[in-house]
């Protein structure tokens, strides 16, 4: 991820070129079954896996096969490498494939690659500023900027993996994360959380000096799983205040989704809308509901479900109903709400779609390589070289492998 630029801008550019390009694709990863008949059988798991959880264990595996650089702990930002490319993945590339490296224990599994993950992340944790946080590059290049939605997806990876390990180091460093999100908190716009640390201290007048609806309902989900393990009552509060504020703020009253974020100075809104936002704060609702047992927040979390699936979705001719066709990642973090709802109100609707999208870009939107295109349902190929557009396969299944109680 290229951090120096603004993340949404790029994105909202590479959708507009996506919808350009309509002709049909689909998948070119040619089947070696031995007999020809396309069933697999040659060996090859990312052809034969049956289950979810051997889906994610080859997609993992045949991502540290391919991004890995030699010699070291880190990985490529892009397989094949791209012109312009740094020498290793940014921050949010490597904690993407640090979730999957934690989903593999979960699921059974013990590689010595899956430590080569976790050890490569240390590398972007920064002392040298305070509070200590995940910055965008790693040291032994020189480092970089540090955002607070960076360190509240990290942190909610360090909660995962404490809670799969119980090893109190990740506990303690979800809790600096957590430390350091609630920095980026002010009064500017009524509350909120910011979303780059630098431009918050150096640069206000900057575009992209903004609240972030992302970074605000994410360190909100931190904060109330701690709560949930460390019973401190600042978390609780913390959380519940920042969940209020996007909710007031950034939630478009017309369909219930949320808006992309509202700059700190002009207090102008950026009406994007992006389906993590949406599905970080379905799971704040439900947590709020556990936590304190108000139904109204079970209704919230409700509410917002059904309307993302109804603007995230679309139906493609001839195949069925899809997610977007771009942003995987975005929508992993949209199927992460629709499990935590789906364990109070029992509603398998949501996840089905999202499972038959996946069930789809296993045998038809894969390229030669193997890897995915960003496109599930194969009428676009988009970033298909881009680690974060592989590494959320890794989770994905294994969240379907636990949904269905492989």
Request: net charge negative.
């Amino acid at each position: 991820m290229m951090k120096n630029l603004n993340k949404w801008g790029l994105s909202i550019i590479m959708v507009f070129l996506f919808a350009c390009c309509t002709e049909k694709v689909g998948g070119d990863f040619v089947d070696p079954s031995p007999d020809g008949s396309g069933n697999g059988g040659g060996g090859n798991p990312l052809y034969d896996a049956k289950t979810y959880k051997e889906k994610s264990k080859a997609v993992f595996d045949h991502i540290i096969k391919h991004y890995s650089v030699n010699g070291t702990n880190y990985f490529l930002e892009n397989y094949p490498k791209q012109g312009g490319d740094r020498p290793v993945a940014y921050f949010w590339s490597h904690s993407t494939l640090f979730t999957g490296a934690i989903w593999q224990l979960a699921l059974g599994y013990n590689d010595p690659s899956i430590q080569k993950v976790i050890n490569g992340l240390d590398e972007y944790w920064d002392v040298n500023r305070t509070p200590f946080a995940f910055q965008s590059y790693p040291n032994e290049f020189g480092g970089g900027d540090r955002f607070y939605d960076d360190n509240a997806i990290a942190g909610l990876d360090d909660v995962l993996a404490y809670e799969v390990t119980n090893q109190p180091s990740f506990l303690r460093r979800a809790e600096d994360a957590l430390a350091f999100d609630m920095s980026g908190e002010s009064m500017d716009q009524g509350g909120g959380i910011f979303w780059s640390e630098q431009l918050r201290l150096n640069n206000p007048g900057n575009p992209n000096t903004v609240k972030a609806a992302n970074a605000t309902a994410l360190s909100a989900l931190l904060a109330l799983k701690l709560y949930k393990i460390t019973n401190k009552p600042q978390y609780l509060e913390f959380a519940q205040r920042i969940y209020t504020w996007n909710k007031n703020k950034l939630q478009d009253p017309a369909d219930k989704n949320y808006w992309n974020d509202v700059h700190a100075v002009t207090g102008v809104i950026n009406k994007m809308k992006w389906a993590y936002n949406s599905g970080a704060m379905i799971s704040n609702a439900v947590l709020l509901y556990e936590i304190t047992g108000n139904v109204e927040h079970l209704n919230e979390a409700k509410s917002v479900a059904r309307a993302s699936y109804n603007h995230f979705t679309h139906d493609v001719p001839g195949v069925g109903k899809f997610f977007p066709s771009h942003d995987p990642y975005f929508t992993m973090h949209l199927l992460r709400g629709y499990l935590d709802l789906y364990e109070v109100d029992k509603n398998p609707e949501y996840i089905n779609t999202l499972i038959m999208n996946v069930d789809y870009a296993w045998k038809s939107a894969r390229n030669s390589a193997g890897f995915f295109l960003e496109d599930w349902s194969g009428k676009t190929r988009g970033r298909e070289a881009w680690l974060i557009n592989q590494t959320c396969m890794v989770e994905i299944y294994a969240l379907i492998s636990d949904f269905k109680r492989e």
